[in-house]
């Protein structure tokens, strides 16, 4: 009886994110189009969102949301032809949801302040934005938290969908100007991993401190890795192992000269990836 009562407990507490419109969509692909000017009107070169901007005109995120809260490949799998196209649509599904439940509570300055329901004694920290927030796609709803551990990873067991999905925050992967396709998913995905690794917040050889410095990506995710790399025929894999196939020739002459070098994992940066918030 008390874990029935917590979980309807847990289940009002939740925030609904219903869309303004419902469209419809004949026939596929799903479009992808709508997402696509949003990306790029209000996204910069360095990831950063105009969220004032796009709260003021939120016509074209409004529509994608709509078009992905009635249709998902659970839904309507005759919309998504391929592996390709469902995988696609998941990223691209979380980091749209991921901007309407920002544009939901903005102006904040991390997705750490939306609050959990006070409620509840204890929550794991940021399930204010994670957990309680509940997207729907397809006619389902799916939390981020849900959506990202319990759907896209075991479906897709992909690791470089660690960097593509945006959680809207300064520590995250950088949301691209343009929304992600099924026909350059694979292309995509490498580029924007490599894109990821090529920055010094997310990577770099610290020769003084004798220290290889690494994204907490690959602490908290560490496992999806390590099984790829296992998938993939190699025996007693590390991280670096993963993260060196997707070096520039450059630092990755830099990694095998640390070989014997301590790995660090570099704390997160929660703040919002806001165009309008100082550095």
């Known amino acids: 009886m008390k874990i029935l009562f917590l979980s309807i407990l847990l289940l009002t507490a939740c925030t609904d994110l219903p869309p303004t ?31 004032r901007g796009l709260l003021q005109e939120p016509a074209d995120l409004e529509l994608y949301y709509g078009l992905l809260a009635a249709y998902s490949p659970d839904s309507h799998p005759q919309f998504f032809p391929d592996r390709q ?66 759907l896209i990873r075991p479906r897709f067991a992909d ?16 949301l691209p100007r343009r929304a992600f396709s099924a026909e350059n998913l694979d292309a995509e995905l490498d580029r924007e991993t490599r894109i990821f690794l090529s920055e010094q917040r997310n990577f770099r050889v610290d020769f003084a401190e004798h220290a290889i410095y690494v994204s907490s990506l690959f602490d ?6 390590l099984q790829w790399l296992v998938a993939e025929g190699e025996t007693e894999p590390t991280i670096l192992d993963y993260i060196s196939r997707y070096l520039s020739i450059a630092k990755r002459n830099r990694l095998e000269q640390c070989e014997d070098c301590a790995l660090r994992f570099i704390a997160y940066d929660w703040q919002l990836n806001d165009q309008h918030l100082a550095d």
Do not use: M
């Open 159 to 174: 690791p470089r969908i660690h960097f593509a999905l945006n959680c809207a925050s300064r520590g995250c992967p950088k």
């Open 220 to 225: 908290w995710y560490r496992e999806d890795y």
């Open 85 to 150: 196209s469902r995988l696609a649509y998941w990223i691209n599904a979380y980091n749209a949801a991921t901007l309407k439940a920002v544009l939901t509570h903005y102006p904040i300055g991390s997705v750490g302040e939306v609050e959990a329901p006070a409620l509840l004694f204890f929550v794991p920290d940021k399930s204010g934005f994670f957990y309680f927030q509940r997207p729907i796609f397809g006619g389902e709803q799916q939390s981020l938290y849900h959506l990202e551990n319990d």
């Open 21 to 51: 419109q419902t469209p419809r969509l004949d026939k596929g692909p799903f479009p992808h189009e709508a997402l696509d000017r949003v990306q790029q009107r209000f996204v910069n070169v360095q990831g950063r969102v105009d969220y």
